[in-house]
T-cell receptor, first 115, second 111 residues
Framework: EAGVAQSPRYKIIEKRQSVAFWCNPI?????LYWYQQILGQGPKLLIQ????????DSQLPKDRFSAERLKGVDSTLKIQPAKLEDSAVYLC?????????????FGPGTRLTVT | KQEVTQIPAALSVPEGENLVLNCSFT??????LQWFRQDPGKGLTSLLL?????REQTSGRLNASLDKSSGRSTLYIAASQPGDSATYLC??????????FGTGTRLTVIP
């Protein structure tokens, strides 16, 4: 079974530029999560989708971050404009369904450096 | 708000030693607790998941315990190997959605 795929793996941009990350979840998984992991910290949930609907985006900085999952499969996370403090690893995860009995599977992450 | 703390932040041990990693959380109303491994430049790999009704889980040389009432969990690694070197994260699930992560323990096993 293929795991969660993410691209690109690394990205370096200057502040005020825009960037987009892509995630392809495990086939058949209805729930998709985006996490932000700043160096030395644990991952923090940014947004959760159930199929193509948003379940939780309370931690998403909506003035600069946006995410979509139009067809309920792949998802993109965008930052516009980027700030220095956005430097982090962005992890995508998926689970068969939402809820504590369904394990989350994580992708390799995209490491973003904002200079 | 749930807060998860992991001690120590870093640990170096000689190969073959048994070791214990600690995790504590402030809100005992959890559904489950999970231990993850993270290698440099890689994503998270789930090691053990303990449901709130369970006391411990074992997988190979790993054993995780959960004391929900005191807000503590430990991950025991027996006979450590250099390949165990990684960052270990614990996370608690308190609702339908959210995993709250600790900051991790960076383990180095010296050959």
């Amino acid at each position: 079974e293929a795991g969660v795929a993410q691209s690109p793996r690394y990205k370096i941009i200057e502040k005020r530029q825009s960037v987009a990350f892509w995630c392809n979840p495990i086939s058949g998984h209805a729930t998709l999560y985006w996490y932000q992991q700043i160096l030395g910290q644990g991952p923090k949930l940014l947004i959760q989708f159930q199929n193509n609907g948003v379940v939780d985006d309370s931690q998403l900085p909506k003035d600069r971050f946006s995410a979509e999952r139009l067809k309920g499969v792949d998802s993109t996370l965008k930052i516009q404009p980027a700030k220095l403090e956005d430097s982090a690893v962005y992890l995508c995860a998926s689970s068969f369904f939402q809820g504590p009995t369904y394990e989350q599977y994580f992708g390799p992450g995209t490491r973003l450096t904002v200079t | 708000k749930q807060e998860v703390t992991q001690i120590p932040a870093a640990l170096s041990v000689p190969e073959g030693e048994n070791l214990v990693l600690n995790c504590s959380f402030t809100d005992s109303a959890i559904y489950n607790l999970q231990w993850f491994r993270q290698d440099p430049g890689k994503g998270l790999t789930s090691l053990l998941l303990i449901q709130s009704s369970q006391r411990e889980q074992t997988s190979g040389r790993l054993n995780a315990s959960l004391d929900k009432s005191s807000g503590r969990s430990t991950l025991y690694i027996a006979a450590s190997q250099p390949g165990d070197s990684a960052t270990y994260l614990c996370a608690v699930q308190t609702g339908a959605n959210n995993l709250f992560f600790g900051t991790g323990t960076r383990l180095t096993v010296i050959p």
